[in-house]
């Protein structure tokens, strides 16, 4: 018969009474919160779209298109698995991108039209 009053089980390495859980007594795995950069973002009216491919970059990979898109004077890379965009030349465009060494590139499904929130219901 086990000695231990705060215990029903008798083991040898049971030395510390059992507590209930709660709030304070869980230790929850926490990872660093270090602030991550913004995405930066761009928009301005399409000036020139080149389109390159389709490249594939090894076996059984879908097949896809290079877009290098001119907007106000930069070049900004695109992949899509379409050949044709949504958006076309003359239309003011918003997106999110990232820069990969000397290379801007658009975040997939970032790239849409810019819409004035002044002329939206004038155009209806």
């Known amino acids: 018969m086990s000695s231990k009053t705060g ?12 507590h209930p859980i ?4 869980i230790t929850v795995m926490q990872r660093s919160f ?16 080149i389109t390159d491919g389709p490249h594939s970059d090894w076996l059984g990979m879908p097949d896809y298109f290079i ?18 965009l949504d958006v076309g030349e003359g239309d ?3 997106f999110r991108y990232k820069e990969q060494g000397k290379e801007k590139r658009i975040d997939k499904r970032s790239l849409g039209i810019y819409i004035d929130p002044a002329q939206y219901m004038l155009d209806n």
Do not use: F, M, W
Request: glycine share 10%; no cysteine.
């Open 92 to 94: 003011t465009i918003v």
């Open 7 to 18: 215990n029903s089980v008798g083991n040898a390495d049971d030395n510390h009474p059992v």
């Open 34 to 49: 270090q602030k991550r950069k913004p995405k930066l973002e761009g928009r301005g009216v399409l000036e020139k779209i």
């Open 22 to 25: 709660n709030s304070n007594s």
């Open 67 to 84: 877009h290098t898109l001119t907007v106000g004077g930069e070049e900004y890379k695109y992949l899509a698995a379409e050949k044709t």
